[in-house]
């Protein structure tokens, strides 16, 4: 049946991330469609809400055509947030990510009537199950869009955010650059887009709900030692670091 193929997947992507194993695309081994992927996405997301995370909002992947081109991924997805992926600024990423990378990203918090409320800057870290990255949008889908942590930044101006200019940095040296726009036209945008498949998928966003619009530019490595920054507008900074 569906719903123990779902849980059992679910289960072998929950483990796999807890004992810091990477494993082979589901689509390697059998066919895996969109609407199974997301209940395998729940299934996962109902496993660590058992153990006491809790979700906060959603992430939005593959919003921009920089990632749909690094990954080969044909269509954007979401996934959640739990309370436990949150970093503050300029602290380590988690010590328990394989693979993790960083994008640069624009969050909006959601307001009482279900729309934009509070923008900040933020860099999203990545750590996809998948050995290598390599993946079909079904087996991202499932893997939660690889979400595994945020960190969020200075407030940005909600105005002309589709204009505003975001700079990735590595180590200092330039690693990509983008505007809002990259974001599906505009992060507001993205965000619609993100009701509406809740909503088609028996879902809503809430009020206080935080939603990183996808990632900006390519994500980039964050290898021991590194500082990944992402500069919006010129002056408006979030960095995440790995020891």
Known sequence: MLADR???LALAIDTAHRERRLLDP???????????????QRHLTALRTGRGARRIGWKLGYTSAAMRAQMGVEAPNFGP???????PDGRPAPAHLVQPRVEPEIAVRVDPGGGPGEVLAACEIVDSV???YRFTLEDNTADGSSAAGVVLGPPLPADGLDALTVE???NGDPAG????????????????????ELRRRGEQLRAGDLVITGGLTAAVPLQPGDVVEAVFGGDVAVRVRRP
């Open 26 to 40: 589901i689509s390697d081994r059998a066919p895996l469609d969109l609407d199974t992927a997301y209940a395998v």
């Open 168 to 170: 990735l940095r590595c």
């Open 130 to 132: 998948w050995r290598d």
């Open 177 to 196: 650059q983008a505007t809002g726009a990259a974001a599906m036209g505009h992060p507001f945008i993205a965000l619609e887009w993100l009701a509406r």
């Open 6 to 8: 779902a849980h059992d």
């Open 81 to 87: 947030l739990l309370d436990g992926m949150l970093v």
